[in-house]
């Protein structure tokens, strides 16, 4: 492990089995999944392995964004960043201007800034703790006309797992609609992470007007993970 700052209260780097966690022991066996740097001193809450995404998923996701994205728009805000895996992903891609990272939770912001040092990318990144909703209205507004937005957002625990077809409805804390509704009055260029199961008709509905929005499904091993929604004009060729 390396650096010599310890974690804070609540922030953990395992390094043996058999102090995590029994409910978080699967994520620790698939640490370099999520994180291929994990041994030079990724921070994360127990809480936090359970949203990463897994790092080549989310390289795949940066690329394509970038490739897809208008080239006017040279800012990227993650609205939940959480402990940092997408938001690593979009500054190493390279593409963007600027990348700010939103999250609410101080303890998951600092495993993410830390992870960012990590990375060697925390130059690239402007940070804000708080409300993703009130951070983009108050904070960020100047910066709608340059923007894409990427969500990753809770998907409201484990049932999400078990249904053939998701409920888009039901996700929580927060719904489609809601989150859907919140994003576009900032931009219409809106990236959302969500289930592999999600309800296709739904999100298909969401959509304001007739242009369709592409939707992805990010695979490791031959298995989906999640899916990505692109609302707005992303050109994929």
């Given at each position: ?33 999520l994180f291929s740097k994990y ?174 929005a592409p939707v992805m499904h ?14 707005g004009n992303f050109q994929f060729?």
């Amino acid at each position: 492990m390396s650096g010599e700052e310890d974690p804070p209260l609540d922030v953990h780097h395992y390094e043996h089995r058999g102090k995590v966690p029994w409910d978080i022991q699967n994520y620790w066996s698939q640490r370099y999944d999520l994180f291929s740097k994990y041994d030079d001193g990724v921070w994360l809450t127990d809480d936090a392995w359970f949203g990463v995404t897994p790092e080549p998923v989310a390289t795949k996701i940066a690329d394509d964004i970038a490739r897809a994205a208008p080239p006017e728009r040279k800012i990227l805000v993650d609205a939940f960043a959480g402990a940092g895996g997408n938001t690593i992903a979009f500054a190493l891609s390279g593409h963007w201007k600027r990348v700010y990272a939103i999250e609410k939770n101080p303890a998951v912001l600092r495993c993410a800034q830390h992870n960012a040092e990590v990375y060697g990318v925390s130059d690239k990144i402007t940070w804000f703790l708080g409300d993703c909703f009130d951070v983009i209205k108050s904070q960020l507004k100047d910066l709608a006309p340059y923007s894409v937005l990427f969500a990753s957002p809770p998907w409201g625990g484990p049932g999400y797992r078990s249904a053939s077809v998701f409920d888009l409805r039901t996700m929580e804390p927060y719904s489609l609609t809601t989150l859907y509704t919140e994003y576009s009055m900032f931009t219409p260029h809106v990236v959302l992470y969500l289930p592999r199961t999600s309800d296709l008709n739904q999100l298909a509905r969401t959509v304001k007007g007739d242009r369709p929005a592409p939707v992805m499904h990010y695979c490791m091993r031959g298995a989906s993970k999640a899916l990505c929604i692109f609302y707005g004009n992303f050109q994929f060729s």
